[in-house]
């Protein structure tokens, strides 16, 4: 061994060696393997009862500082023994330890959601996937997050490897952070220093990105890094933290604490990770920080026992498997369901399922790969099993898209290019003079594909550049005179509840040869409010590019000058708060009515359009297929599906005579019951959006309204 490598040993040696006090030694810890219980459990209760652990997303924290603690402490163990750290081999340790089972699993999701999901979900469970072998799946969620349409999709039965994704680049790029620091100045003395100015510097990133963007924020590896680097930095002064007795019991006992009061207190309405997600990483910490003394502690008896044991030895496959589990269920248990979704027996059942696979995936394929001889002796077999697997996985999602494709083309066949205005078709069915026989019975198409997307402009359309937020345009010139002038000038405006009208909008528009003007932006109130977030509290970012862009386009509309302004946005779930307690019926009148005075006052007149009722929030977004025989099933209480909405209150009760109210919510609901199949046309596009087809079947509504006021 040269002189330098055996300085560099001495250093390692001293530096994660022996101190005051002895720490335990190196090896399996029944403290951490309690931690990963606690983990996958939060994680698992939040997923199958999100009610009862709002918070338990932390789960996923404290795992990446037990991967900081874990990794860490072996590499400093290797530099210490050798001076370097042996890469192949690393890396393919790790391999052998994490993708068979995540493999397996990717592979058997795939085929399941092709043969279980609506064709609609095809796609993205394929791109998903893709990015889930290849681990940046975070990266894709973190885009999707920032697109407002697709913020409304249906989660994939993959979208969990976000975590994993985030892990194995930490696992990727931390080795070589360790030696680059180790080799800086020839001093080892740089490896803790190095570790806490990473830590501190994605802290940093964390905090910003989460009060800028929060969405985006959740996915981001660098604002994740910091919880690794806490691990570690606990691992590299493992021999300067052994704990008196006494301190280190008081120091275990508030370590569970931080970490399950988050799990119960926070909800998918706190900002994170941010400065908030330090509370239960820190816990984790001090958790592991107890642990370095020797000895039972006083959680030992529990922790230590034969259960916690099995659940936190099973933890990565229970994680592996609960996701699909859950979500592949309901398409397997159909009608049987309470309006679409799980019951507590039903989710009961599914988590003894996710265990039992968890245990088995444990037994039949993560013990014996990570020990299987051929791939132990063999680096390069590892590396050459590893691309196998990644093939059938590949292969796999790469039938399923090309599935999705052929059934986009054939669903594109079963929308109808011509609407029926007439008889019992879609929201006609609702008009008691035309005397449907079953107004609410099975729909024709039930599966919302690419043909009932509500948001792509008409032909007639040019999208410009015109109060571009970001990449986003947000501003469509429609021409609908044909050859000739246009008889008025026309706005519509909102975000995508009023996006949704359009279908409707564009059809009166081609009949009276409109000059159609839309400004659309998703998430953003089209008031004078002080908006806060749109169903959570929104990152400072958006916030501001809602303001900007609402500043730009109410005097174009005001110069502008048109015979009309109709709007819609979905007040019910943009909060705003201006700091005088008034209710949010009250702010938004406030916000609304000058801007309302200031168009009327140049002869416009205002069409507000009432939002229709909730979907997601009352049932399941996939209860109409679900219960495509008996779409009755999905019919929800009408004071419940349809409460209160701030821009409806203060439309019907403006003292401005040329403001009025479009309400179409008859064409949703009877007396008693909103539906989400009517005239054999589903109502829902998604979770917040009508389907395109059945908009448009509210041309003759739209157009009573405009043309008797």
């Known amino acids: 061994m040269s002189t330098t490598v055996q300085t560099r040993v001495a250093q390692a040696r001293k530096l994660l060696g022996t101190g005051n006090r002895t720490p335990k030694a190196p090896g399996f810890r029944a403290d951490v393997q309690a931690l990963r219980a606690i983990a996958v459990l939060a ?12 918070g338990g997303y932390v789960g996923v924290d404290v ?37 068979p089972a995540a493999l397996l699993v990717l592979a058997v999701s795939v085929v399941l959601a092709g043969v279980l999901l609506p064709y609609p979900r095809w796609s993205a469970t394929a791109w998903e996937t893709f990015a889930s072998a290849f681990y940046w799946e975070n990266w894709l969620l973190a885009a999707k997050s920032v697109n407002y349409s697709a913020q409304n999709a249906s989660a994939s039965v993959v979208q969990h490897f976000w975590s994993l994704s985030v892990e194995e680049q930490f696992y990727l790029f931390w080795p070589l952070l360790l030696v680059g620091l180790v080799s800086l100045g020839r001093n080892l003395r740089w490896l803790v220093p190095g570790v806490a100015a990473v830590g501190v510097l994605s802290l940093v990133v964390s905090v910003v990105h989460t009060a800028l963007s929060p969405n985006p924020a959740y996915f981001n590896t660098f604002a994740r890094v910091w919880e690794f680097a806490l691990g570690a930095f606990v691992a590299l002064l493992a021999s300067k933290l052994v704990l008196p007795r006494v301190l280190a019991e008081v120091a275990a006992g508030v370590g569970f604490v931080l970490i399950l009061v988050p799990a119960f207190v926070y909800d998918h309405t706190t900002p994170f990770p941010g400065s908030l997600a330090l509370v239960p990483t820190i816990g984790t910490a001090l958790v592991i920080v107890s642990g370095l003394r020797p000895g039972p502690q006083w959680h030992t008896p529990v922790t230590a026992s034969a259960p916690v044991q099995f659940i936190g030895n099973i933890s990565y496959s229970l994680y592996l498997w609960h996701w699909p589990v859950v979500v592949l269920a309901p398409f397997v248990l159909g009608g049987s369901l309470d309006g679409g979704k799980l019951t507590t027996a039903w989710l009961l059942w599914l988590l003894a399922l996710s265990v039992v696979l968890a245990w088995l995936t444990k037994m039949l394929v993560e013990d014996r790969a990570r020990t299987f001889a051929p791939l132990v002796r063999n680096t390069k077999t590892t590396f050459a099993a590893m691309f196998a697997g990644l093939l ?41 003079e035309n005397n449907c026989a079953d107004p609410f019975g099975p729909a024709r198409v039930t599966e919302m594909g690419p043909a009932n997307e509500y948001w792509h402009p008409a032909p007639e359309c040019e999208v410009t550049d015109r109060f571009k937020v970001g990449d986003k345009r947000t501003m469509s010139v429609c021409d609908f005179s044909g050859d000739g002038k246009p008889t008025q000038t026309v706005w519509l405006l909102g975000d995508s509840h009023a996006e949704q009208w359009q279908p409707a909008v564009f059809e009166v528009a081609r009949k009276e040869k409109w000059l159609l003007k839309v400004g659309i932006l998703g998430g953003c109130p089209f008031a004078d409010v002080q908006f806060s977030g749109y169903r959570a509290p929104g990152g400072m970012a958006d916030i501001m590019s809602c303001y900007e862009w609402k500043a730009q386009v109410v005097p174009a509309v005001t110069d502008d000058r048109p015979s009309m302004v109709l709007m819609s946005f979905f007040s019910r779930q943009e909060f705003v708060e201006d700091g005088s307690g008034r209710s949010q ?125």
């Open 43 to 54: 994680v698992v209760v939040n997923h199958f009862w999100p009610g009862v652990l709002t």
């Open 63 to 99: 795992f990446f500082v037990i991967s900081g603690f874990l990794i860490t402490s072996h590499l400093g163990r290797e530099i210490a023994r050798t001076g370097r750290v042996r890469f192949g081999t690393f890396y393919a340790r790790r391999i052998r330890r994490l993708m």
């Open 392 to 432: 059938v996985v590949e292969v796999l999602a790469g039938g399923l898209q090309a599935g999705y494709h052929q059934r986009v083309a054939a669903a594109g066949r079963e929308v109808p290019q011509e609407i029926k205005i007439t008889g019992c078709h879609g929201a006609a069915a609702m008009i008691a």
């Open 585 to 709: 019926t009250e702010q938004y009148r406030t916000g609304l009515e000058p801007w309302w005075q200031a168009w009327t006052d140049t002869g416009t007149r205002v069409f507000v359009i009432a939002d229709p009722p909730y979907n997601r929030d009352v049932r399941s977004t996939d209860c109409a297929t679900l219960n495509a025989s008996n779409p009755k099933a999905c019919a929800m209480p009408r004071d419940k599906a349809h409460p209160p909405d701030p821009l409806t209150e203060v439309a019907k009760s403006t003292s401005n005579p040329r403001v009025s109210l479009i309400d179409l919510t008859n064409y949703f609901c009877d007396r008693e019951l909103c539906y989400s199949v009517i005239g054999n046309v589903t109502v829902y596009f998604d979770g917040d959006h009508i389907n395109k087809e059945y908009s448009r079947t509210l041309t003759p509504m739209i157009e009573q309204a405009l043309s008797s006021r």
